[in-house]
T-cell receptor
Framework: DAGVIQSPRHEVTEMGQEVTLRCKPI?????LFWYRQTMMRGLELLIY????????DSGMPEDRFSAKMPNASFSTLKIQPSEPRDSAVYFC???????????FGPGTRLTVL | DQQVKQNSPSLSVQEGRISILNCDYT??????FLWYKKYPAEGPTFLIS?????DKNEDGRFTVFLNKSAKHLSLHIVPSQPGDSAVYFC???????????FGTGTRLKVLA
């Protein structure tokens, strides 16, 4: 089975533009997580879903960030409008509720100019 | 405030010697602990884990130690190899929350 798939791998955009990051979790996994990696804060949890329902979005930094999971095989993280301080690597991860380990995708490196 | 701390941002070790990576946490409710390894331009990959009912778990060259009274976790790599050079993250988890909290990472460099 393929691992967690993220697209795009790299995104360069200008301040004020809308950015959409995409994730396809591992088939059969019922939990999906969005993380952001920065030098200062390491891996921060932004939001996670269970069975497509958002459970905890307390890590979402501002209203400019939103996440959806319309079905079990697809999730998006949207930033509108984007700002230079949003530049980071964004990871999606998934896990099966019967397991203990989260599996990460390769990440999307976002640069906002 | 950070609930999980990796106080050493970097560590250099000679090939063949032991690498010891440390992690401290604040909340005694955490009951599962994991180490992930991350290479550049890749996502973190699971390495080894330990439940709070144990104090040691071993998998080949990798051993994780848990000291609950000190709220301290460590990863030992013996012997270290150049391919182990990566960033290592510790993560903690409380059963029922399904929420992983990560440390800031330690960059390990194994010198040939």
């Amino acid at each position: 089975d393929a691992g967690v798939i993220q697209s795009p791998r790299h995104e360069v955009t200008e301040m004020g533009q809308e950015v959409t990051l995409r994730c396809k979790p591992i088939s059969g996994h019922d939990y999906l997580f969005w993380y952001r990696q920065t030098m200062m804060r390491g891996l921060e949890l932004l939001i996670y879903f269970n069975n497509n329902v958002p459970i905890d979005d307390s890590g979402m930094p501002e209203d400019r960030f939103s996440a959806k999971m319309p079905n079990a095989s697809f999730s998006t993280l949207k930033i509108q409008p984007s700002e230079p301080r949003d530049s980071a690597v964004y990871f999606c991860a998934s896990r099966y509720s019967g397991g203990r380990v989260a599996f990460f995708g390769p990440g999307t490196r976002l640069t906002v100019l | 405030d950070q609930q999980v701390k990796q106080n050493s941002p970097s560590l250099s070790v000679q090939e063949g010697r032991i690498s010891i990576l440390n992690c401290d946490y604040t909340n005694s409710m955490f009951d599962y602990f994991l180490w992930y390894k991350k290479y550049p331009a890749e996502g973190p990959t699971f390495l080894i884990s330990i439940s709070s009912i144990k104090d040691k778990n071993e998998d080949g060259r990798f051993t994780v130690f848990l000291n609950k009274s000190a709220k301290h976790l460590s990863l030992h790599i013996v012997p270290s190899q150049p391919g182990d050079s990566a960033v290592y993250f510790c993560a903690v988890y409380t059963s029922g929350t399904y929420k992983y909290i990560f440390g800031t990472g330690t960059r390990l460099k194994v010198l040939a």
